[in-house]
């Protein structure tokens, strides 16, 4: 029973519960900028670019290539023919490109909104401390006296 115990308490933790909430929530951060990229910046920089589509570029490594075959990605895969598929490397890599500028993007938008915040809270004068306070009402009592 003890055994639980610990894993309850484990589990429990701060830490763990925040790492679990942070997962979810990237992972579902994840999935709106992918779409982000694929459905909406990529279309745009294909027709900024004339319509390339970079994951139909690739090279055959083999002479044997079956007769008939049609000269598509697709069908070269399918048919188990070794290819070197370039195209769809640079695509991942121009999709890991915008994804990780978007994200900069919106973490230096977070950041300054952030440090806004942080500069109103910085400029409000400090409230004196409270032994100040009744130090200064001591002070007063005593003029107020001497008068």
Not at 14 to 42: C, T
């Amino acid at each position: 029973m003890s055994m639980l115990t610990e894993f309850r308490d484990f589990a429990l933790k701060g830490n763990v519960v925040d790492l679990a909430v942070g997962v979810i929530i990237g992972g579902a951060f994840g999935k709106i900028v992918d779409s982000m990229v694929k459905d909406i910046i990529m279309p745009l920089v294909g027709a900024i670019f004339g319509g390339l589509d970079f994951s139909s570029y690739f090279l055959p490594l083999t002479t044997k290539i079956p007769e008939g075959l049609p000269h598509t990605y697709e069908a070269y895969n399918k048919a188990g023919v070794a290819i070197l598929a370039y195209g769809n490397f640079i695509t991942i890599f121009l999709n890991f490109l915008i994804l990780t500028f978007i994200i900069f993007q919106m973490v230096n938008v977070f950041n300054k909104a952030k440090n806004a915040v942080i500069k109103q809270e910085e400029a409000k004068p400090a409230a004196p401390a409270e032994d100040v306070v009744l130090l200064r009402e001591i002070r007063d009592e005593l003029k107020k006296g001497r008068a």
